[in-house]
């Protein structure tokens, strides 16, 4: 296992769109987070999992966005009738069960809305 | 909520210089902090982690400092280089989660050849 997968890494959409993206985590990894970086910016919390269980949601993921993991294994986030604001880079991470110990990020996947 | 903080924004140096790298959190009460870099484009590559109860990490010519009293963590590199030239971030997370990292907004360096 190479580290954490995410795909595509790049993605264009029309606004009023939807799109998912995938995200496979490192093997045996139990919890799995998505984050949401903007240009300048340090990446934003979205959402944790715990094997397959969300456990926590920030407010900035609206209703306008889900996220899934089933089987506790790769975990896809769809963004539903996109806006330019959604233009980021989202991105994935995921670490062992254990609470003090790495977090391991993707490569990203690149969204604009146009 | 827990806001970091990253200084300088932005850091230019000639290449064999020692710099560092400074990152502060208003919560003290944290789990872990973590150092990574990012070139640009990219995501990020995990370089430090340092738990609560430890005071330092040192990978290669990598150098990081927790001090959780006055909620503060310094990255040192010693003799940079032009492929050092990345974004570094730091994050931590809380104990009363434990599951979720703050990130500052991250150290823009250039190593100068």
């Given at each position: 296992d190479t580290g954490v997968s995410q795909n595509p890494r790049h993605k264009i959409t029309k606004r009023?769109?939807?799109?998912?993206?995938?995200?496979?985590?490192?093997?045996?990894?139990?919890r799995l987070y998505w984050y949401r970086q903007?240009?300048?910016q340090g990446p934003e919390f979205l959402t944790y999992f715990q094997n397959e269980a969300q456990l926590e949601k920030s407010r900035l993921?609206?209703?306008?966005?889900?996220?899934?993991?089933p089987k506790g294994s790769f975990s896809t986030l769809e963004i539903q009738r996109?806006?330019?604001?959604?233009?980021?880079?989202?991105?994935?991470?995921?670490?062992?069960?254990h609470r003090n110990t790495e977090a391991f990020f993707g490569q990203g996947t690149r969204l604009t809305v146009v | 909520k827990q806001e970091v903080t990253q200084i300088p924004a932005a850091l230019s140096v000639p290449e064999g210089e020692n710099l560092v790298l400074n990152c502060s959190f208003t919560d003290s009460a944290i789990y872990n902090?973590?150092?990574?870099?990012?070139?640009?484009g990219k995501g990020?590559?995990?370089?430090?982690?340092i738990q609560s109860s430890q005071r330092e990490q040192t990978s290669g010519?990598?150098?990081a400092s927790l001090d959780k009293s006055s909620g503060r963590s310094t990255l040192y590199i010693a003799a940079s280089q032009p492929g050092d030239s990345a974004t570094y971030l730091c994050a931590v997370s809380l104990s009363n989660t434990g599951n979720q990292f703050y990130f500052g907004t991250g150290t823009s360096l250039t190593?100068?050849?």
């Amino acid at each position: 296992d190479t580290g954490v997968s995410q795909n595509p890494r790049h993605k264009i959409t029309k606004r009023g769109q939807n799109v998912t993206f995938r995200c496979d985590p490192i093997s045996e990894h139990n919890r799995l987070y998505w984050y949401r970086q903007t240009l300048g910016q340090g990446p934003e919390f979205l959402t944790y999992f715990q094997n397959e269980a969300q456990l926590e949601k920030s407010r900035l993921l609206s209703d306008r966005f889900s996220a899934e993991r089933p089987k506790g294994s790769f975990s896809t986030l769809e963004i539903q009738r996109t806006e330019q604001g959604d233009s980021a880079m989202y991105l994935c991470a995921s670490s062992t069960g254990h609470r003090n110990t790495e977090a391991f990020f993707g490569q990203g996947t690149r969204l604009t809305v146009v | 909520k827990q806001e970091v903080t990253q200084i300088p924004a932005a850091l230019s140096v000639p290449e064999g210089e020692n710099l560092v790298l400074n990152c502060s959190f208003t919560d003290s009460a944290i789990y872990n902090l973590q150092w990574f870099r990012q070139d640009p484009g990219k995501g990020l590559t995990s370089l430090l982690l340092i738990q609560s109860s430890q005071r330092e990490q040192t990978s290669g010519r990598l150098n990081a400092s927790l001090d959780k009293s006055s909620g503060r963590s310094t990255l040192y590199i010693a003799a940079s280089q032009p492929g050092d030239s990345a974004t570094y971030l730091c994050a931590v997370s809380l104990s009363n989660t434990g599951n979720q990292f703050y990130f500052g907004t991250g150290t823009s360096l250039t190593v100068i050849p």
